[in-house]
């Protein structure tokens, strides 16, 4: 197991280094290369998720180290389908997800060096967990997670875009650089799942505990990130009204989804440094 | 998205600027920052704690500003419910005006009315809803609940039955942990028998050598030398056929062994003088007796009477009178005839008659002033003892076993203090006491008598398991066993250990066998467990808790929530909404622009 993983980090590693070549080179070649590691790194993460699943004998999600490689696999599976599509489907060319995928090898890639880190003994499940909820609520979480983590990807790429081509909006556009849109179709990807994944919680909370919404840390934090990318994605609708000029709108957003996503994170895994932290329900494995 | 709004109706005269600002996505946009602002506020400032805890969490000028903007519980403040209704009625105008009755609009529309369906199905649950718990008693039945908050009792309108409460338990598991000091490492290894593990980072490597599931520790006494260390027999005394009684005796400890049931006493001595040898096989002594000892320190007495119920003596020097009233052994069975009683709290009662008239009081022999202290005493100066030998025994049969340097063994028989007989004994055969239909036989002498602690597998079952590990590190190889829930092992450089610790959860589920009883009558029978609940007449009863001292009682919760359809209405609405904004819109409104084009 520990063998695996090493070799499934490398194999992001190696994606990550591949995804920035085809940036440099952009040949054909190239994005057959880049995305045959990430399949392959893919394939290997599978494996985990599989080999885990197995030994555990119950869904692989449940504490830190199962949450940790089945995150880093949802990743790299939602990042993998949306190029597919992009490449197969859509027939933009190439560089339209461009080094997007360098980032997503490199958050896979850390998720996977947090589990190395992680015991990873396993656990039995606790009463609670005990339900078919668990993976529906968190799958759905954890899709929308990888969709929203590629916004994240594109608007970091945007803003190096912008920072480089500085005043140039003119060149932007010539250049046909378009990850501001491809920050909010992300979003618009990952919400829904972000919405069914409040809502199983809340139906799962219910089952489990007598209330849909108890106010723990847990809930309010997912609600926090739904509110956020509710007002992201709100926001175009009120722009054009206001005094903000044209070319700085998508700046704005991007500085949005900048923040957006690491309070994700926290909510994933950094609740435990809150001062309310005691009174969550949802905090099991710190 | 939603169209901008058409520029003429902007300037229709009807519509009044309020009206036009509550209808506005900018007002939404507003109200969903502010909500994700006091929501962060709500887990990072603690709350609903009383007053005094946040003026020692957050000193008393932030408490006062705390408690005026009602930071101190945010999701139950006014402030915080009239966001909530601004939030509803902003959702609900923008839908009205917005709403241009087509297709692509359909989930704009779900999306917003699920929403405000939402909120007045949490409205209807806070108004009209019940939540409480209560604890059911195993064959008892509960009527009613305990309110939360204010625990008033709730009486229900049918009565609930648990029949029965089931733990169900994991299996034991256990992790083996490795330590290295210096460097601060903790790193779990996995228990496989014949896997030799490198510690990363430092020149330490475990090898798992053995396994028991179940094991413990046993005392094995051993003979570590030929040396009359520790000189010590064991012993079987038989009766007709069988074994009464058997036992180790050791010669510079416990001796002796007293047998009330067959009156008998067993000693052992190992003399290694020709004297003492010949005083103990030829003579008998009186055994001590238990005696009272009477102390007044101010007048120097200090005497020892020998107990005997009824007798009664008077402490010369002084005016008092005393009377031994009555005698036990063991003070907490002493209602039991005194031969039945083992010398376990030996106390004695006695009765100090002086000049301010008669005081009881019993004496302990193993707490000798816990009465005086414990109760009011008349006669202050007097401190009672009762002292009996640990040894102490109605019997009036002895063997006793000697043996001594020169390697001789005999048993003198002992009958009211008179040496009857002298036997030879050997090493595991039978000593025939004549006349007294005992046997005795030393199936065991050792004269370096010590006890070795090794490790025993008990069962096969995995319970309490213990590994036997090779550490090989700087100081060479070191093979110990590990037990289960033990200290951590340490390496004989005391900067390597192992901890072999229970891991995971004890606990599997907890069940409870529950009855709703209505109008005498049982009319539906459930097992719940967490996530599984009981649902009767608009209650539901989840399992919360549990008696943590036993399985005696289960704890429930209750719950009525009649918005909850409301709520899960506006639950699915949002989902098939939210759907299909972002994921049919899209290429409806593609298949439209091709149509156009």
Known sequence: MDFMLNITFYAFILGIVAYIVREVWRTGTMRIIALGVLSGALLLNTILVLMRWFEANHAPMSDKFESFVFFAWSIALVYLIMELVTIFIIKVHGSRLGIVGAFQCVLSACFLYCAIGTDSTIKELPPALQSNWLVIHVINYFISYSALSISFSAAIVYLIYRAIYHGKAQEIVMKDITFDKLAYISVTIGFPFLTVGLITGSIWAKGAWGTYWGWDPKEIWSLINWLIYLAYLHLPLILPKTKISKSFRPILLSIILLVAFPTVIFTFMGLHKLPTAGTSDHIYAE | ?597
């Open chain 2, 1 to 597: 998205m939603t169209k901008v709004a058409n520029p003429k109706e902007k300037k229709s005269e009807n519509e009044s600027k309020i009206w036009q600002f509550l209808c506005s996505v900018k007002l939404a946009v507003i109200i969903i920052v502010v909500l994700a602002v006091s929501c962060v506020l709500g887990t990072v400032i603690l709350q609903q704690l009383t007053p005094e805890e946040y003026v020692a969490k957050y000193g008393e000028v932030l408490t006062k500003f705390f408690t005026a903007a009602q930071f101190t519980d945010i999701f139950h403040s006014y402030w915080f419910a009239i966001l909530l209704i601004l939030l509803c009625v902003n959702l609900g105008s923008c839908t009205v005006k917005r709403w241009r009755n087509t297709v692509l609009q359909i989930g704009f529309l779900l999306t917003h009315i699920s929403i405000i369906l939402i909120m007045i199905g949490c409205f209807i649950d806070l108004q009209l809803g019940e939540k409480g718990g209560v604890n059911v008693y195993e064959g008892k039945s509960v009527d009613y609940y305990l309110r939360r908050g204010d625990y008033k009792k709730i009486p229900l309108d049918f009565e609930v039955f648990l029949d029965d409460f089931i733990i169900e338990r994991h299996p034991p598991k256990f992790r083996l942990i490795s330590y290295v000091k210096d460097k601060d490492i903790q790193k779990p290894l996995s228990v496989k028998v014949g896997e030799k593990y490198n510690i990363k980072n430092s020149n330490y490597s475990v090898t798992i050598k053995d396994l028991y599931p179940d094991a413990e520790y046993s005392q094995k006494p051993v003979n570590i030398s030929d040396e009359p260390v520790n000189p010590a027999v064991y012993v079987q005394m038989f009766g007709s056929s069988d074994i009464k009684a058997e036992g180790w005796l050791f010669a510079k400890g416990r001796n002796w062994y007293n047998d009330e049931n067959h009156n008998m006493r067993l000693e052992y001595f190992w003399v290694d003088n020709e004297k003492e040898f010949e005083k103990l096989t030829k003579t008998a002594e009186k055994g001590l007796l238990p005696k009272l000892g009477i102390v007044l320190e101010d007048k120097g007495i200090d005497r020892e009477f020998v107990i005997e119920t009824g007798a009664n003596f008077t402490i010369e020097g002084t005016e008092y009178k005393i009377e031994i009233k009555e005698f036990a052994l063991d003070y907490t069975n002493r209602t039991k005839p005194l031969k039945d009683q083992l010398v376990n709290n030996p106390a004695v009662r006695i009765e100090i008659v002086g000049p301010e008239g008669s005081d009881t009081r019993w004496a302990f022999s193993k707490y000798p002033d816990y009465w005086d202290k414990a109760h009011q005493t008349k006669y202050k100066d007097i401190r009672v003892a009762c002292k009996v030998p640990d040894d102490f025994t109605f019997a009036s049969n002895k063997m006793r076993i000697v043996q001594n340097q020169n390697n001789e063994k005999v048993i003198s028989y002992i009958e009211n203090d008179k040496v009857i007989k002298v036997v030879n004994w050997e090493i595991g055969k039978k000593c025939e006491i004549g006349g007294t239909g005992f046997q005795l036989r030393i199936a065991k002498y050792f004269p370096s008598y010590s006890v070795q602690r090794e490790v025993v597998k008990k069962s096969d079952t995995m319970n309490n398991p213990a590994i036997l590990v090779e550490i090989a590190g700087p100081r060479g190889k070191v093979e110990d066993w590990i037990l289960g829930q033990t200290p951590a092992t340490w390496y004989p450089d005391n900067n390597f250990a192992l901890l072999y610790e229970r891991s995971g959860m004890e606990i599997k589920d907890y069940k409870s066998k529950l009855r709703v009883i209505d109008n005498g009558q049982t009319v539906l029978s459930k097992t719940i467990e967490v996530n599984d609940p009981l649902k009767y007449s608009g209650y539901v009863f989840y399992q919360s808790s549990y008696d943590p001292e036993g399985e005696k009682y289960s704890g429930l919760q209750v719950t009525k929530n009649p918005g909850i359809v409301v709520v899960y209405s506006g639950f699915i609405i949002l989902c098939v909404g939210v759907v299909f904004i972002f994921y049919v819109k899209p290429f409806l409104r593609r298949k439209s622009n091709k149509k156009e084009r």
